[in-house]
């Protein structure tokens, strides 16, 4: 299933093609040179991260502690602040938005990618379109529609709307994923009398593993680095997400940097871990990608 | 609602696909196309009522002057009036479009830089690779406290650095236009990887011996550069820029966490506008109002530019 490279992602795995330079220069000339220039411009760039790490795991100002490096700020927001509710409401919300988004997705999918009419096409600009769209332009109404019938200040109403923004570019991707896959198989089944449905359940989604797993990447992305809408719609803080949380060691005068930053790692390490894990997976340009293979 | 009538015209022609169901079986097309329905439908409803409606009732808002659940009186186009003879809207536009100018060239020229240089021979090159992705991946809520922490006040690191060169005490987010430009930069160092791993994509596809030939004919680096590589990845870097604008235009996060929109409205963008209004002076009419005529801009400029990307053809 090598074509998971050339799908949604396409950009993810470029293969590893490195002759740029003309031939007739040797291409490891200066090739230490540019090496120092990677460290350099890695470390600038990533100071924002080191800071964080770094402040996470230093003893916090207030501390009584004199080692170099400690945990104790991490057992500090576990015991003394929400953390934990907020990651479980983090957590649960984000896997009910992949989940919802990929099942709705898919079968979409499958239709922008078969279908051939000028609906489908008409359907794909309409995608477009509204992928394009403000999130805030949304978010009012919803809000002013959700506080009329319970969903505002509600996990279940964040979900909602995270589906709602994720469907275009999860169905695009899902799509392109599809594409790639032969019409022969499922035209083989037809005649063998297999219906539309099953020939989409049992060949195409059982070969979709890849695409499967970029939407649901794209969809997790989207809900846990959500910031608008779960400002806009949640009010209580029992059911606080992480981007709350952290806000609300902000409320003090002295900012406790130590439990900012350990919260900020809690928040950090989902989307670190997939993106460790899962990496062929990882469709930053899933957008882009889906789009122009289209 | 105009989302209602592609699908069911899918049923009529193009439901069962490219060379469907096996041919005479009318009935066997028919159900096919039933099945396809079926399949679009969750995906059109949940675009119906969370994509579509939303849009409407905003339409209606923006001529009331209701606050939040309070519907409020009909007001014609007032709102719209107010709004387009404020300066604040005008500044918001300015600082719009400025943000969304450095944004895409500043991301896309760091970006594609990143990608040029990756491409040579690097020892570790795949590390600097996914190291140079962090600024994507990180949740946003967390960068912004990271660069919070870095900037905010005349202590913090940068500041207390800048200070020891020599420049002073610098308020980074206190002086206006100190704060629009780290407004800026804090968005290109958001948005590079995302530039970096498209420009990689398409410059992957680009056969090596092409530049091989026009060596030996004598083209000089630059040259190769704007005249073999950069047409080559045109139709990618259009999308990139594309989809780059409606990021930057669309974006809440990155100005919020870091400023507010603050100091003295220097980097309130209109989305930012917009949530002010709202939620904070409680006018629901004027915000929804800058809402929905971003919204209409959004929706003509992006039907013109998908026409655009399904014309521009790869060389």
């Known amino acids: ?294 | 609602m105009s989302s209602i009538a592609p699908a069911e015209h899918t049923a009529t022609h193009g439901g069962a696909g490219p060379a469907p169901v096996p041919a005479g079986s009318r009935r066997g097309l028919s159900r096919g196309a039933l099945t396809m329905i079926i399949l679009v439908a969750p995906s059109v409803i949940v675009l119906l009522l969370i994509n579509a409606y939303p849009l409407v009732i905003a339409a209606l808002q923006s001529v009331r002057n209701g606050i939040l659940i309070v519907t409020g009186e009909f007001v014609g186009l007032a709102n719209y009036v107010d709004v387009l003879t404020s300066p604040r809207f005008w500044k918001a536009a300015l600082f719009t479009l400025i943000f969304t100018i450095v944004g895409v060239f500043g991301s896309w020229l760091v970006g594609m830089g990143l990608a040029l240089l990756l491409r040579t021979k690097i020892p570790g090159n795949t590390l600097f690779k996914v190291l140079l992705m962090l600024p994507w991946v990180v949740p946003i809520v967390v960068s912004a406290t990271a660069w919070n922490w870095l900037v905010a006040t005349p202590t913090s690191p940068i500041p207390a650095l800048a200070a020891k060169l020599g420049f002073g005490e610098l308020y980074f987010l206190a002086d206006p236009t100190l704060a629009a430009i780290t407004v800026c930069i804090f968005k290109v160092w958001v948005s590079f990887p995302f530039m970096m791993l498209m420009t990689s994509a398409a410059l992957a596809s680009v056969d090596g011996t092409v530049y091989e030939a026009a060596g030996i004919d004598g083209a000089t680096r630059w040259q190769q550069f704007t005249q073999i590589t950069l047409p080559m990845i045109s139709r990618s870097t259009y999308i990139s820029w594309i989809l780059m604008t409606i990021f930057c235009v669309n974006d809440f996060p990155t100005i919020y966490l870091l400023t507010g929109g603050g100091p003295v409205d220097a980097t309130t963008s209109l989305v930012v506008l917009a949530y002010r209004t709202v939620f904070q002076d409680l006018q629901t009419g004027p915000g929804v109002a800058i809402a929905f005529m971003m919204t209409l801009v959004l929706v003509v400029v992006s039907t013109v530019l998908y026409r655009q990307i399904r014309k521009v053809d790869i060389a």
Not at chain 1, 12 to 18: Q, R, S, Y
Not at chain 1, 101 to 112: F, R, T
Not at chain 1, 133 to 141: D, Q, R, Y
Not at chain 1, 152 to 178: E, H, R
Request: charged share 10%.
């Open chain 1, 1 to 294: 299933m090598t074509t998971a490279e050339q799908v949604a992602q396409a950009t993810v795995t470029p293969k590893p093609k490195l002759r740029t330079t003309p031939s007739r220069e040797p291409g490891t000339r200066g090739q230490w040179w540019r090496f120092a220039a990677m460290v350099v411009i890695s470390v600038i760039v990533l100071v924002p991260v080191f800071a964080t790490v770094l402040l996470a795991i230093r003893p916090s100002t207030t501390s009584t502690s004199t080692n170099l490096l400690t945990l104790e700020n991490f057992t500090n927001v576990f015991a003394n602040s929400g953390v934990l509710l907020w990651l479980s409401n983090s957590l649960g919300v984000t896997l009910a938005t992949v989940i919802v988004s990929v099942v709705v997705a898919a079968p979409a999918g499958y239709v922008l990618s078969r279908g051939r009419s000028k609906a489908v096409s008409g359907y794909s600009l309409l995608l477009f379109v509204i992928q394009s769209l403000p999130v805030i332009t949304a978010v009012i109404p919803l809000f002013v529609l959700f506080a009329t019938i319970g969903l505002a200040d509600n996990l279940l109403g964040l979900v909602i709307v995270y589906v709602g923004s994720t469907m275009s570019v999860a169905t695009w991707m899902m799509a392109a994923y599809f594409d790639s896959i032969p019409h022969a198989l499922e035209e083989a089944a037809w005649v063998d009398g297999c219906s539309v449905f099953g020939s989409f359940s049992k060949i195409v989604l059982r070969n979709s593993l890849p695409g499967i797993l970029s939407t649901a990447i794209f969809a997790f992305l989207v809900a846990w680095n959500d910031y608008l809408v779960v400002l806009v719609f949640i009010k209580s803080s029992n059911i606080f997400t992480l981007p709350l949380g952290l806000q609300t060691f902000f409320q003090q005068n002295v900012t406790d940097w130590g439990a900012v930053m350990a919260v900020s790692v809690v928040m950090l390490l989902p989307p670190a871990i997939i993106f460790a894990v899962l990496n062929k997976y990882f469709s930053v340009g899933g957008i882009g990608g889906s789009l122009a293979g289209r």
